[in-house]
């Protein structure tokens, strides 16, 4: 007689746990001495919350939104603002900040969804952390996320300093399509679902999105690279040494590989680099415009 009642509790908190009214917001406060721009405004577990970037450290936090009082400041000689308007470009492809203009480099893991078995690099990725690193990012999409639950929850208690990059919740992508008509480019692809989706999975699993975005294929038209920067608020993304197609690493280098198994090449270049060569990985949030 008790596993209904178990059975209806279970439902009462999983429908409690999920994000309502999620909506795009641009409201500036400060907090303990800092200046932050709030660009979600949600209601979660019952608390009206909002999710904001300092504009300083570009470090995002999820917080009650009556813990805090918007008043305007300005935040134009802010490093977010200075790299949020560098990331506008009217490239096709690869588009957006490629490299941090600092000596050390920066690993970005795209998990795009996959149909291989087990689709995460977890060899590769422990052996990062057996090396001594930890920074590290993951572009995540929906799609991979909702499928490989295990890894994600391994991810979060494997001592990684992880920054969590939108790469949209589809991914959409069909071999032999022109680029103007794939990924997001897709005719009626809805933008708002692609990038808030991701967002609110990745809140409702206690993990904080970043105000990165790294644009599926690194494709998108300057309408879109716009409007996300503008009405989103987030900072696109690209790659100076995406190493499966043999872009070498600089000072500053965003690297990019896949960790979900559909691209080796770039996988064993990076286990070879981690033998042979000396890198210091930073923060993201470490990058300058």
Same mark, same amino acid.
């Given at each position: 007689?008790?596993?209904?009642?178990?059975?209806?509790?279970? #439902?009462? $908190?999983?429908?409690? %746990?999920?994000?309502?009214?999620?909506?795009?917001?641009?409201?500036?406060?400060?907090?303990?001495?800092?200046?932050?721009?709030?660009?979600?405004?949600?209601?979660?577990?019952?608390?009206? @919350?909002?999710?904001?970037?300092?504009?300083?450290?570009?470090?995002?936090?999820?917080?009650? =939104?009556?813990?805090?009082?918007?008043?305007?400041?300005?935040?134009?000689?802010?490093?977010?603002?200075? !790299?949020?308007?560098?990331?506008?470009?009217?490239?096709?492809?690869?588009? *957006?900040?490629? /490299?941090? $203009?600092?000596?050390?480099?920066?690993?970005?893991?795209? !998990?795009?969804?996959?149909?291989?078995?087990?689709?995460?690099?977890?060899?590769? #990725?422990?052996?990062?952390? +057996? &090396?001594?690193?930890? $920074? #590290? %990012?993951? %572009?995540?999409?929906?799609?991979?996320?909702?499928? $490989?639950?295990?890894?994600?929850?391994?991810?979060? /208690?494997?001592?990684? +300093?992880?920054?969590?990059?939108?790469?949209?919740?589809?991914?959409?992508?069909?071999?032999?399509?022109?680029? =103007?008509?794939?990924?997001?480019?897709?005719?009626?692809?809805?933008?708002?679902?692609?990038?808030?989706?991701?967002? &609110?999975?990745?809140? =409702?699993?206690?993990?904080?999105? @970043?105000?990165?975005?790294?644009?599926?294929?690194?494709?998108?038209?300057?309408?879109?690279?716009?409007?996300?920067?503008?009405?989103?608020?987030?900072?696109?993304?690209?790659?100076?040494?995406?190493?499966?197609?043999?872009?070498?690493?600089?000072?500053?280098?965003?690297?990019?590989?896949?960790?979900?198994?559909? =691209?080796? %090449?770039?996988?064993?270049?990076?286990?070879?680099?981690?033998?042979?060569?000396?890198?210091?990985? *930073?923060?993201?949030?470490?990058?300058?415009?």
């Amino acid at each position: 007689m008790k596993k209904p009642l178990i059975l209806f509790l279970l #439902i009462i $908190n999983i429908s409690m %746990a999920q994000i309502k009214d999620y909506r795009l917001i641009h409201k500036t406060f400060e907090l303990n001495g800092n200046r932050f721009l709030a660009i979600r405004e949600f209601v979660w577990n019952g608390s009206q @919350s909002i999710l904001a970037v300092n504009v300083d450290t570009l470090r995002t936090i999820v917080l009650p =939104e009556n813990k805090i009082k918007f008043k305007q400041i300005d935040i134009k000689d802010s490093r977010y603002f200075h !790299l949020l308007q560098k990331s506008v470009s009217d490239k096709l492809h690869n588009g *957006g900040i490629k /490299n941090g $203009n600092t000596e050390e480099v920066y690993l970005t893991v795209d !998990l795009c969804p996959s149909s291989k078995k087990e689709p995460f690099e977890l060899s590769t #990725i422990k052996k990062f952390l +057996n &090396k001594g690193h930890k $920074n #590290i %990012a993951f %572009a995540i999409s929906g799609r991979w996320f909702l499928k $490989n639950k295990k890894f994600v929850e391994w991810i979060k /208690n494997s001592g990684l +300093n992880v920054v969590w990059i939108n790469h949209t919740f589809t991914h959409f992508y069909k071999k032999g399509l022109p680029l =103007e008509q794939n990924f997001l480019l897709k005719k009626g692809t809805d933008l708002f679902y692609e990038i808030t989706a991701v967002e &609110k999975l990745l809140i =409702e699993n206690e993990i904080t999105p @970043s105000v990165f975005i790294r644009y599926p294929g690194l494709v998108a038209d300057y309408r879109i690279r716009k409007i996300v920067a503008e009405k989103y608020g987030l900072i696109a993304l690209g790659s100076d040494a995406w190493l499966a197609k043999g872009e070498k690493i600089r000072p500053g280098s965003i690297i990019l590989i896949h960790g979900n198994k559909n =691209e080796p %090449a770039g996988i064993k270049i990076f286990n070879k680099l981690l033998n042979s060569k000396k890198l210091e990985f *930073g923060c993201l949030y470490n990058i300058k415009p």
